[in-house]
């Protein structure tokens, strides 16, 4: 089946470590990839968005991500996390040809610890 | 520019009841997309909606459930006959282009919490 999967369910860290979020997908063709936050008690918020030219892309809040096409990933990466990156985060894919839906994976938690 | 307004935040309806869920686009957004959010699970596409026209509902469950984006006011998701397992949060987003239009990114809302008991 065609899915988008995020292999950490729950990621703890302490302030200052590095971080990386793990997405794969399984569709074939042309792809547009996302990664999406969101804070305690807020609605979901776009970190970045991968939709062609250079596979590295920034994001907001120091957030970079990498599209590797032969792997199928768009893993998410942060070089040193703060306490206020405490969130859930959620890697989409919407596939081009197809009428502007999201597939997310299942999220991931992030707690930071201070 | 407000963001995506969802109303309520929260939802308590009874088994069999009926519930309705608002969504006020971003202004000048005409597409709007549901999302539904079971508890421990990401978020799964249910339907998405222009413009008084239903563009992709092969997300939406077969029965009960339905929605709409009517010319004027929000769009609505209407569950009729609530039962337990239609507990979940239910996300809006908008944004102002479709597929193909250049510009697809979606802005969120804070979601519904419907809670069935």
Known sequence: AQSVSQHNHHVILSEAASLELGCNYSYGGTVNLFWYVQYPGQHLQLLLKYFSGDPLVKGIKGFEAEFIKSKFSFNLRKPSVQWSDTAEYFCAVMRSSNTGKLIFGQGTTLQVKP | NAGVMQN????????????????????????????????????????????ENIIDESGMPKERFSAEFPKEGPSILRIQQVVRGDSAAYFCASSPGGPGQGNTEAFFGQGTRLTVV
């Open chain 2, 8 to 51: 309520p935040r929260h939802l308590v309806r009874r088994r069999g009841q009926e519930a309705r869920l608002r969504c006020s686009p971003m202004k000048g957004h005409s597409h709007v997309y549901w999302y539904r959010q079971l508890p421990e699970e990401g978020l799964k596409f249910m339907v998405y909606l222009q413009k």
